[in-house]
């Protein structure tokens, strides 16, 4: 646990000096490696994004204007598996590597140095991934699931999805160190006074993720590693001819591909709870309840990746139909302690509480898409149409990109010690709420026409290109909204306004020490009684955080 | 703080001060937006699954409407008025269970409508009127008669038009050569993939004439978005005569101009 920055100075709101880029290169301190991890995913946020509009413009009317096919192939490929694996993901790791240990009172991880390395291995992940642009094949370009055998030697032989599989593999080893890091962390490091049922939600939802990659990511790596056996070493397994089977990739990578999207939305989960209950100056109603919903969530998980095979005709669809069912209603139980926390609450809508309410207006949708999709008759229809296409991007970037940026606007101050622009972010709010919703509506509705995902064009048949065009032109206002976030992040982390402490009355840990914290992150901490101690801190006169139902004011 | 514009602040304001009504306008319109039609069920196994559809969107529009009023009640009703702290209870067991209690009952109705569907669109005939074997290979399809010597080939420029009759059970035998495809039908709200080395059998039986787009839906490669086909669905009488016409190997002549 030896940090390798330069020791605190006498003035605690800053970093002693200003560390260079080789402190930034060495640096096991988890604030340090939290902000990497940040600004990397950010960066290849921007990257897929900009693959995002190239594809939108391509799609915006019929016929190969902007990219040929197999560029096309290349692009949803590089920015499904980005998003994913790069961005969305690991965002949330890095942000639970800056705020675990500050939410349960803790100097840092357990395994400063062993963090360093999860970090340095999703970056040299990511750009061995990208590294195939430069290959005269080509990237890979089987889509992010990468099927077999479209993905083996004789269909594929270009080294792009060598390249792919061990940048996967890397990220898959970084993501299973840091699971074990942070379930090792909240184990033995809680600050006195820090019970289990005391821990912040987003703790808890980070503990279920870090359980859940446990579980998922392992059966990943045995995927890649039995994909590349068949493409290098003469392997079958999932060779038809050959006594392999094209269905066993796809249980194999289901099997971690569905867990994948709780690791992709719990997080997010947990930002939200905290930032509504701060900014409705509320406990999390329902604590218990939500705690459970988590584990709930991660349970049935386990036992759904079928529902991505419905139309194989190969797996026993009622039951992976119901438990798919199943899950809706702990994600129903999170709705509903959202809202009893905003019930008779004093709420207040800076950015960050905009972007969440967003979170929660748009996941809602994908919600009740992903009940149609879980239905296999409803699948049979919709299954590979740009329907599905749309229900995960509201889950995931409707809803855990949103999330994302409300974690932006509601750390930020505490990272940097300075405040974001509101003015910018309301106007970015509005962008990208707007531009979201004209990007993907239209899409439902050209899905159901029966438009298929991965296509580089499509066919002038009535509403199609009408639909296609309304879409990349609200991709166009969700990007001006991405954007404006991204100059405001550049231009107030130098001169944003000073944040103070705890600029938005907070209730956890983190608000009760200094923006940013100091090397070891507290000079002191408050007595812990409850979920908020940074509230009760300011509430002397006892006001209830504990069970108490007391009014006060 | 000096680094935004003008207009930047105002529109700032204006967003602040207005904040909640736009988010109602955007919800209404997130509803209506699925409130499409589907294409007309071309199938008796594509009505089902229309008729199961319309229940289904009918519960996420008011699972979805009640849940939207009550965020936007929230956001409307609880907005900050005085700077006195709000009650601080943080559990109502009660409403708790009724909030876990009530989807419990309704996924449970929506699964057995499920069941209850999926059972009639998977069912196949024990002697199917028609059978088709249909190969999926990069990047087209073979459709095959047996016992007819009759066999539809295409290739990307030239998708192929397999006929069908109206009114009797096509048996579909489905599998591919290669990678994995998908055979898929907009207007029969079906599809089913084709994975090599694996045979799939379904039925279908289509209710009126015309001509059907198909498409391959499962990512197959290079070619994946011209791997279309149509279905020409004919009275029985016109398919019976087009049998008729004795062993042959049909391709499409016309070359298929849009993209
Ligand atoms: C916010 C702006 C975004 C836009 C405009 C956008 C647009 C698109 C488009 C056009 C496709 C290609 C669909 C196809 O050809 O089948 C796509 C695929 C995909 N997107 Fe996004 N996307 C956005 C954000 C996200 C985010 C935040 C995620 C987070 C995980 C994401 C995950 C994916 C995935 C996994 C695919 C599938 C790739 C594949 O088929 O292999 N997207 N997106
Ligand atoms: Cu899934
Ligand atoms: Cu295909």
């Known amino acids: 646990m030896t940090a390798v920055v330069a020791p605190a100075a006498a003035e605690p709101r800053r970093p002693a000096r200003r560390a260079g880029v080789l402190d930034w290169l060495v640096t096991t301190d988890h604030k340090h490696i939290g902000i990497l991890y940040m600004a990397t995913t950010l960066g290849f946020f921007l990257v897929a994004g900009a693959i995002a509009l190239v594809m939108r413009a391509q799609l915006a009317q019929p016929g190969l204007h902007i990219v040929e096919r197999q560029a096309y192939n290349q692009l949803f490929t590089l920015h499904g598996t980005a998003m994913i694996f790069l961005v969305i993901a690991p965002f949330a790791l890095g942000l639970a590597n800056y705020l675990l240990p500050l939410h349960i009172g803790a100097a840092d991880l357990a395994f400063p140095r062993m963090n360093a390395l999860t970090y340095w291995l999703l970056l040299a992940g990511g750009l061995t991934i990208f590294s195939g642009l430069l290959l005269s094949t080509g990237a890979a370009a089987a889509g992010w699931t990468m099927y077999a055998p479209l993905s083996d030697f004789e269909n594929t032989p270009g080294p792009g999805v060598d390249l792919w599989i061990m940048g996967v593999l890397m990220i898959s080893a970084s993501s299973i160190m840091t699971a074990i890091n942070f379930l090792t962390t909240v184990m033995l490091f809680r600050a006195p006074g820090m019970t289990m049922m005391r821990l912040p939600v987003f703790v808890w939802n980070i503990i279920v993720t870090s359980l859940i990659i446990l579980m998922a990511f392992p059966p990943l790596a045995v995927a890649m590693a039995e994909l590349f056996i068949d493409r290098r070493l003469g392997g079958h397994f999932f060779d038809a001819s050959h006594g392999g089977s094209a269905i066993l990739y796809q249980h194999v990578f289901w099997f971690f591909g569905h867990p994948e999207v709780y690791v992709m939305i719990l997080p997010y989960f947990g930002v939200v709870t905290q930032v509504v209950s701060t900014f409705s100056r509320r406990p999390v109603f329902g604590y218990l309840g939500m705690v459970l919903a988590s584990f709930a969530i991660a349970g049935l998980s386990m036992g759904v990746w079928a529902h991505h095979m419905f139309t194989t005709g190969a797996v026993n669809n009622p039951f992976f139909s119901i438990m798919s069912f199943l899950i809706a209603v702990p994600t129903g139980i999170k709705y509903f302690n959202w809202i009893g926390t905003m019930w008779q609450g004093a709420l207040v809508f800076p950015t960050a509480m905009l972007f969440a309410i967003g979170f929660m207006l748009n996941f809602l949708l994908g919600g009740v898409t992903g009940v149609m999709v879980a239905s296999p008759p409803l699948d049979y229809h919709v299954e590979d149409t740009y329907f599905l296409v749309t229900h995960f991007h509201y889950t995931l970037a409707g809803g855990s990109m949103f999330a994302l940026l409300a974690a932006l606007y509601f750390w930020f101050p505490k990272i940097t010690g300075r405040l974001l622009s509101e003015r910018l972010g309301m106007l970015s709010f509005w962008l990208t709420f707007v531009g979201y919703n004209i990007t993907f509506i239209p899409l439902f509705l050209v899905g159901l026409l029966g438009m298929p995902r991965r296509v580089v064009t499509y066919l002038p048949l009535p509403g199609w290109p009408e639909l296609n065009l309304t879409s990349t032109a609200g991709a166009g206002v969700l990007a001006l909204g991405i954007a404006l976030t991204m100059w405001n992040l550049v231009v107030s982390w130098s001169r944003g306004a000073p944040a103070g402490d705890d600029p938005w009355g907070g209730g956890t840990l983190e608000w009760a020490t200094s923006s940013p914290p100091p090397e070891r992150n507290f000079h002191a901490l408050p007595p812990i009684r409850s979920d908020r101690p940074a509230f009760d801190m300011r509430m002397p006169q006892g006001t209830p955080g504990g069970q108490a139902r007391a009014r006060a004011g | ?259």
Not at chain 2, 33 to 59: D, M
Not at chain 2, 107 to 112: D, E, G, H, I
Not at chain 2, 122 to 148: C, E, H, M
Request: hydrophobic share 45%.
């Open chain 2, 1 to 259: 703080m000096r680094m935004d514009p003008g207009w930047v602040r105002r529109a700032g304001v204006v967003c602040r001060r207005y904040a909640s009504a736009p988010l109602l306008a955007v919800a209404g319109l997130g509803l209506s937006g699925c409130a499409s039609p589907l294409p007309g069920a071309a199938t008796v196994q594509g009505q089902r699954i229309a008729h199961l559809w319309a229940v289904f969107f009918l519960s996420a529009a008011g699972v979805a409407g009640a849940v939207y009023g009550l965020i936007l009640w929230c956001i409307v009703r609880y907005r900050r008025r005085s700077d006195g702290l709000p009650p601080q209870y943080r559990d109502n067991i009660p409403v708790e269970i009724m909030y876990t209690a009530v989807p419990v009952g309704i996924v449970a109705f929506l699964f057995a409508l499920t069941y209850g569907t999926e059972i009639h669109v998977d069912r196949v005939a024990p002697r199917p009127d028609v059978t088709i074997n249909v190969t999926a290979f990069k990047w087209s399809w073979l459709f095959d008669y047996p016992g007819t010597g009759i066999t539809v080939a295409g290739t990307p420029d030239y998708p192929p038009i397999a006929m069908v009759p109206v009114g009797r059970t096509v048996r579909i035998v489905l599998t591919s050569t290669d990678v994995v495809h998908a055979f898929y039908i907009p207007s029969f709200l079906y599809k089913r993939d084709a994975t090599p080395g694996l045979v799939q059998r379904f039925d279908l039986e289509i209710r009126r004439p015309g001509e059907y787009l198909g498409e391959c839906v499962e990512f197959c490669g290079f070619d994946h978005t011209r791997m279309r086909f149509w279905l020409r669905a004919v009275p029985p009488a016109q398919f019976d005569r087009w049998i008729e016409q004795g062993p042959r190997v049909v391709h499409q002549r016309v070359r298929y101009t849009a993209p």
